[in-house]
């Protein structure tokens, strides 16, 4: 008996005869891929999170950083306000030395 002839079992954990899936089976649900991925205690699942969501932070962080630049280009810019440009500041600071 070869690694090829053994019989796996389904995502149900039922063994069908040789690997093969009957047609009875259902197909995944909606949303079941990421609710495994969110509640998963896989290590390497949790590492691809991690990437995930500091890249994500590293992209809005960024976008921030380019907003401040564009108000620093010239001396009487108005992109945006002085207390709006102060939150940025700071919501780019969080981001880049907390989240990234």
Known sequence: ???????????????????????GQRADRRGSVLADWLSSTDHKVIG????????????????MAMVIRAQLLGPDNHIVSDQQYNELFTMHGILMLIFF
């Open 1 to 23: 008996m070869t690694a090829f002839d053994s019989a796996e079992p389904d995502r149900a954990g039922s063994l069908s005869s040789a690997g093969v899936v009957s047609s």
């Open 48 to 63: 691809h999170l991690y990437l995930i969501t500091s890249f994500s932070f590293f992209l809005v962080a960024g976008a």
